[in-house]
């Protein structure tokens, strides 16, 4: 759990405004999770990550004042590039980041609440199914789609996942859970507080790859 306890999000502000470097900060380790889970087949959702957060921070890092939240982000660019926005720059870019840290939490979340397969309890094939399918699946045609159900077949059982997610220091699964449970709390608010605002400005695109 080490993996994801070391950089915790921050708190949401009563406003609700997302500094745009402290989230990229926190963000940045998380494309290592996807080594946890075993399978070359989820490295395409580790780099689009990993591009994403890359080519937000190249806009952040043009006029940090200018770019310091989330929410100011989406405004400028909405006002930059006119009729081409939202399918453009960092406000295209966080709209797919989301989407891969949806997935992260959608996955923890339903390890935490105990979701298995009952005739397979240490097998997180479930957990990523379901992760995959509210994050994902809509934004993939059907080729992309029939690779990711093929990798789901590949997750490694729940043991070896959260061994690897606690960077091989020996601690209890309910330990494990419980500093995930921890990560969710402001994770799961940021991620939700995204989403909410690309529905509020009307920026959500739902083309598939």
């Known amino acids: 759990m080490a993996l994801l306890a070391e950089h915790l999000l921050k708190p949401l502000p009563a406003d609700k405004q997302i500094e745009t470097g402290p989230f990229l900060e926190a963000v940045s380790h998380l494309p290592p999770f996807f080594d946890c889970l075993g399978s070359p087949v989820f490295t395409p959702i580790k780099a689009d990550i990993s591009g994403n957060i890359t080519k937000i921070k190249a806009v952040y890092d043009t006029n940090p004042a200018k770019f310091r939240t989330l ?13 081409e926005w939202p399918k453009v720059g960092a406000t295209l870019a966080l709209m797919w980041l989301k989407r891969g840290l949806r997935f992260i939490q959608v996955f923890l979340q339903s390890i935490c609440d105990g979701e298995r397969d009952e005739n397979h309890p240490n097998l997180i094939r479930v957990n990523a199914t379901k992760a995959y399918e509210m994050a994902l699946k809509k934004y993939h045609g059907w080729i ?35 500093k995930i449970r921890l990560f969710l709390v402001n994770y799961t608010a940021t991620i939700d507080v995204i989403y909410e605002m690309y529905t509020q400005m009307n920026a959500e695109l739902n083309y598939k790859v």
């Not at 929410?71 to 006119?82: F, S, T």
């Open 71 to 83: 929410q100011n982000i989406l405004e400028v660019e909405k006002e930059m590039y006119g009729a």
């Open 144 to 178: 992309v789609q029939k690779i990711f159900q093929a990798a789901l077949y590949a997750a490694p059982y729940k043991s070896d996942f959260l061994k690897a997610l606690s960077k091989g220091q020996n601690v209890t699964e309910e330990e494990c859970l419980e």
